[in-house]
């Protein structure tokens, strides 16, 4: 939450602190995948320029670098974007996922409006537009409000 609203990517945080936090690591500890060390909590508050308390868990429950909020996306899931979230988004690299899945959208003849599908193929160029893994990028999308949420089923 913290880096998002600081508008950093993952990477942009990579770049920033010199390498010393990888975005790959980075998003493990924001999905909740891996724990953080106190000292290196301490760093990444810093880097911040926040109080440590505000990269923890709250007590009520809400998002904390170690606690993420209801996902938007599940490994093994499709990554299904959200058209009309995309529609009020902005940021850097906002216009080059506009522009790409317009593409995607003339390429298949796909105009329904509302969301749109992504194959592995298309993963992988959103991953490089993002700067990140096609494993991180779904969370990327999803850190940006362009997914739609996972249905319950």
Request: charged share 25%.
């Amino acid at each position: 939450l913290i880096r998002r609203q600081k508008r950093l990517s993952l990477q942009d945080v990579e770049a920033r602190s010199e390498s010393e936090f990888k975005a790959s690591v980075l998003g493990a500890y924001e999905r909740g995948e891996r724990a953080v060390s106190m000292p290196r909590l301490h760093r990444l508050a810093r880097f911040y320029s926040v109080p440590v308390d505000q990269l923890l868990p709250r007590a009520d429950g809400g998002a904390g670098i170690e606690q993420p909020d209801d996902p938007a996306w599940i490994p093994g899931q499709k990554v299904v974007i959200d058209l009309v979230g995309l529609a009020g988004a902005s940021g850097p690299e906002v216009d080059l996922i506009r522009r790409y899945l317009e593409i995607i959208q003339v390429k298949r003849q796909d105009f329904n409006g509302r969301v749109l599908t992504i194959r592995g193929d298309d993963l992988q160029a959103l991953a490089a537009i993002l700067g990140t893994s096609m494993d991180d990028a779904p969370g990327e999308l999803a850190g940006m409000g362009l997914l739609r949420p996972p249905t319950t089923s």
